[in-house]
């Protein structure tokens, strides 16, 4: 089993800065990618960006000029760095993994909201 807890989302102004933390716990020696997704209000949940544990990453064309993922594997935690933050970008934020066998765990969410 694989346990992720999403922190540092929160209210912010456009223009803005957050660092989004996944700590992740469990069977993390069985994962192989960690991802980003939001989800908008009354909209699906969208990709936003991906990291592999040999550190490529991939992010959404929407946001590449803007945020950025990264791990740091001695602490279990996968970061999303997210700068001149637009009202657009409020969503609820979920870390995903996924193991080897493609099961995928999910995060609770958390808000981030930016205010214009």
């Known amino acids: 089993q694989v346990h992720l807890i999403e922190s540092g989302g929160g209210t912010v102004q456009a223009g803005a800065s957050l660092r989004l933390s996944c700590a992740i716990s469990?069977?993390?020696?069985?994962?192989?990618?960690m991802g980003w997704f939001r989800q908008a209000p009354g909209k699906e949940r969208d990709f936003v960006a991906r990291?592999?544990?040999?550190?490529?990453?991939s992010v959404a064309d929407s946001v590449k000029d803007r945020f950025t993922i990264s791990r740091d594997p001695a602490k279990d935690t996968v970061y999303l760095q997210m700068n001149a933050l637009k009202p657009e970008d409020t969503a609820i934020y979920y870390c995903?993994?996924?193991?080897?066998?493609?099961?995928?765990?999910w995060g609770q969410g958390i808000q981030v909201t930016v205010s214009s």
């Open positions: 995903e993994a996924v193991e080897y066998g493609s099961q995928e765990y």
């Open positions: 469990g069977r993390t020696f069985s994962l192989y990618s």
């Open positions: 990291i592999w544990l040999s550190d490529q990453t």
